[in-house]
């Protein structure tokens, strides 16, 4: 029993940390003026991918799962509307489930980077199908183009700073939770 509570209280304070650093990583590239360089709205380059899909492979699905879902709430508590909530919500689902069907690919069909950039295009689908919803206009999905190839910029940056950071950190505290 005692040995389950370890495993347990281990289990919230990595996801408490990696929820942490997400939050950090998405407020961290709100104020840094990046989003200036990307001249399109509603693009945003989605650096907490890396700590989400970290946390989905040094922890477990369950814990990137919380991460993914309590991210967003997190942003709109401290920095966004609820306009923006309901995008990243929508966004960070779809991402969330490409991560998970993917990862059982990693290293036979796709490298982080082919990851990254499935779940990004994921989180762009979201984003415009939350955007439909919200404004009741299918012409939003013309968007999706633009976005696919946004996405697959973002996706190639994020995916390799993963390959930087996954296995240093997978070496360095093994699998955690």
Known sequence: MLQD???SVKRVIMGSVFLAVSVIISIAESVSGLNALIPIPGVK????????TACLYVCSVRIAFFVALLRPLFMFLFWSNPVSLAMSFCGG???YISLVFTKKLYGKVFSFCGI???SALFHSAGQ??????????????????????CSSV???????????????????VGRMC
């Open 45 to 52: 380059l989605g650096l907490c991918n890396v700590a989400i």
């Open 154 to 172: 973002a996706g190639t940056f994020c995916g390799a700073v993963m390959n930087i950071v996954i296995p240093r950190l997978e070496k360095a």
């Open 128 to 149: 415009i199908l939350a955007a439909m919803l919200l404004m009741g206009d299918g012409a939003l999905l013309g968007y999706f183009p633009l976005f696919a190839a």
């Open 93 to 95: 689902i779809m991402a």
């Open 5 to 7: 509570s370890r495993i």
């Open 116 to 118: 990254s950039c499935i």
